[in-house]
């Protein structure tokens, strides 16, 4: 399928197809790897202009995986993503090369977690934030300074121009992300994936991150793919979830529906496990068997098979099942739902 | 009930280049036997600091200045370290933040518990230290036959019990859990959760767990202390601090954590950043962040009292605040 074939009323603005990443494992040089983790496996979901979708699972679900195939830092195994942008038009991402890839990064970009690993601690805030214009080679110097000043003051760093020329090393965590915010923002990106911004902060930092992403996305009609591990930042953050186990969604829908009726085995575990802030609340305990596992050339049957407290027959013998509408747009991969 | 732990007006200073940090100031608090204290607050509040002035593990720059540490009568900050061999792990045991590095890479999990049995236990037979390994592990949901594994050939969740079960191994009164559960995914944490207070019930121990999550804590804990910027800033019943949050950074901290549970309620923002403790603020230290400071709380430190006014032999029971304009019946 290429760009052509969506209809036109199709108004996601990202929308991926069939999405996988698969990583060899040992191989060699001259020897052909012998099995695949297969971290992204048939991903398919679809974000709408100005919202944001929760991407939620544990570490080694294939989460950061599909948000940096999103953003190319990692090139699709197989499976579509396509942008529907005003400035690009319809492209399909997992296709776009050379100077086209260039173009693209105008429209996409990404902040990582950790604050203190994504900004170069020899550069001042000024040369990390104003890169991307340099890279795109938009406007000239003083231009561009007028946009960083503008933007370090719209994300918090204020007066800007006491922020500008330090470094890294002098900001605190909170701080550092808010450039890191800035810099994602300085060329107008229609959509951001964002890998668990505000893990790393503290509660009463952490809010305000989470407040400025949302008045930005407001204010620039900016679309996050937002990942994270926890269910209540997503809840804060997104329109709608999607969970994600093994490489596979098993369960996507609006927000407060899947908090208040999650419908597969591992959404409801996942929940019953998060602890609540007040001694008063019992939380009904559903607890699922083992421990997570790699996806190393899984067997073609259900993912959540072996820990699953409903499988049966049906689970075993048959593919991992397909993410179906289950009524009013809660989707589910269950063959028990 | 009998108070098992007195800790009265500890101060503790790291000394740098740049001067001394203030990262422990006047704390006190009292536990008694069976009791389980949750410490909370953000990073840099000296809660983990505490965990180790209680151990007598602080790096060569942490100094206790003040205060004394009471454990069945004696004074741990004037032990000398034939004494502190004799109350670590036997009284009082910790279970490290990073599981991934509590342990020697090269020793199985079984030598490395056995060193501790027999470093701290004294004459111990292999077989009896076996013995002890296989029950230690079965308490804690391990499968006894994994102890002669070497620690990378367990998972994140399977490593944190193992941490568990060396910190029980001389079956210590009192058990400091600094956020043991922190890097791990939220079932695990769940289970992890669920089996430390399952222990330190059965095992009738007293605990103080530390943590940044409010959540966590209130899983965990049946009295709360809230630390801010070196001191603590207010200690109740866990129920209590949940209802009537009297503390301003209580309150904040509480109204700024999103949860699952109930209605979609907004997240409150908290200005600023916690305080350089190199030179902290005089008075109340939380005061620049505090929307309802006045002239008094720039100026003098205040006290950590009842709220009632009741004068307790301990403050193993009551509400007690530091704060000049506690926050009176305000909703959440």
């Known amino acids: ?337 | 009930m009998s108070l098992i732990l007195s800790v009265q007006d500890l101060t503790m200073h790291y000394t740098t280049r740049k001067g001394d940090v203030s990262a422990v100031d006047n704390v006190s608090f009292d536990l008694e036997k069976g009791q389980s204290l949750g410490l909370v607050g953000e990073s840099g509040c000296g809660k983990t600091s505490i965990a180790f002035a209680l151990m007598r593990l602080l790096p060569e720059n942490g100094l206790i200045k003040d205060g004394y540490i009471m454990l069945d009568g004696k004074d741990v900050v004037a032990m000398d370290y034939s004494e502190l061999l004799k109350v670590r792990w036997r009284k009082m045991a910790m279970v490290f933040q990073a599981a991934m590095n509590a342990f020697n890479p090269v020793y199985t999990i079984a030598q490395q518990i056995t060193e501790a049995l027999e470093l701290h236990l004294g004459n111990i037979s292999p077989t009896q230290a076996r013995e002890r390994i296989t029950d230690l592990f079965k308490l804690v949901g391990l499968e006894p036959a994994l102890m002669d594994r070497y620690p990378h050939e367990f998972s994140g969740g399977m490593r944190q019990r193992a941490v568990i079960a060396m910190a029980l191994s001389c079956s210590p009164d009192i058990i400091i859990a600094d956020e043991p559960t922190t890097a791990l995914d939220v079932i695990v944490q769940d289970r992890i959760l669920k089996q430390i207070r399952a222990l330190q019930k059965e095992l009738n121990m007293a605990m103080i767990y530390i943590s940044h999550d409010i959540a966590v804590i209130a899983e965990v804990s049946d009295r709360i202390g809230v630390m801010y910027a070196g001191r603590m800033v207010e200690m109740a019943d866990s129920r209590d601090v949940f209802e009537h949050p009297s503390h301003p950074y209580t309150y904040a901290l509480m109204g700024a954590f999103p949860s699952i549970k109930g209605k979609r309620r907004d997240l409150k923002t908290l200005p600023g950043e916690p305080p350089d403790l190199l030179n902290p603020p005089p008075g109340c230290r939380f005061h620049p962040r505090c929307p309802y400071a006045t002239d008094v709380c720039r100026e003098k430190t205040p006290d950590f009292q009842p709220m009632d006014g009741v004068t307790r032999n301990d403050l193993s029971h009551g509400h007690y605040i530091a704060c000049w304009n506690p926050l009176k019946g305000v909703a959440l």
């Open chain 1, 1 to 337: 399928m290429n760009a052509e074939a969506i209809t036109m009323t199709d108004t996601a603005l990202v929308r991926v197809e069939a999405l996988k990443k698969h990583f060899p494992v040992g191989g060699g040089l001259f020897r052909r790897a012998k099995s695949h983790i297969y971290a992204v496996d048939d991903v398919n979901f679809a974000i709408q202009k100005g919202k944001s979708l929760g991407l939620v699972g544990e570490s080694g679900c294939g989460k950061t995986t599909t948000g940096k195939m999103l953003a190319r830092l990692h090139d699709p195994t197989d499976g579509h993503i396509f942008l529907n942008d005003m400035e690009l038009g319809k492209v399909d991402l997992a296709e776009v090369k050379g100077t086209q890839l260039k173009t693209f990064r105008r429209r996409v970009q990404m902040i990582f977690q950790d604050p203190y690993e994504s900004l170069n601690p020899r550069r001042t805030i000024f040369d990390t934030v104003v890169e991307p214009l340099a890279v795109q080679g938009i406007g000239d110097l003083i231009e561009r300074e007028e946009r960083v000043a503008n933007l370090l003051d719209l994300v918090g760093l204020t007066p800007a121009d006491t922020f500008m020329f330090r470094f890294p090393h002098e900001l605190s965590g909170g701080q550092r992300q808010r450039v890191a915010i800035a810099r994602a923002l300085i060329i107008n990106p229609a959509f951001i994936v964002a890998d668990e911004p505000t893990s790393m902060l503290d509660v009463s930092i952490r809010i305000g991150v989470m407040q400025l992403m949302q008045e930005l996305a407001d204010r620039f009609a900016v679309s996050y793919l937002y990942i994270t591990h926890d269910l209540a930042v997503a809840r804060y953050m997104c329109q709608d979830i999607a969970v994600m186990y093994l490489g596979k969604l098993v369960e996507m829908t609006e927000t407060e529906e899947l908090l208040a009726h999650p419908l597969h085995p591992y959404t409801q575990a996942l929940i019953s496990a998060v602890p609540i802030p007040d001694p008063r609340v019992q939380r009904e305990a559903i607890d699922i068997k083992g421990g997570i596992a790699q996806p190393i050339d899984p067997p073609a049957r259900c993912r959540f098979y072996d820990r699953c407290p409903r499988a049966d027959n049906q689970c075993r013998d048959n593919d991992h099942p397909p993410l179906e509408d289950k009524g009013g747009g809660h989707m589910v991969a269950c063959y028990k739902v």
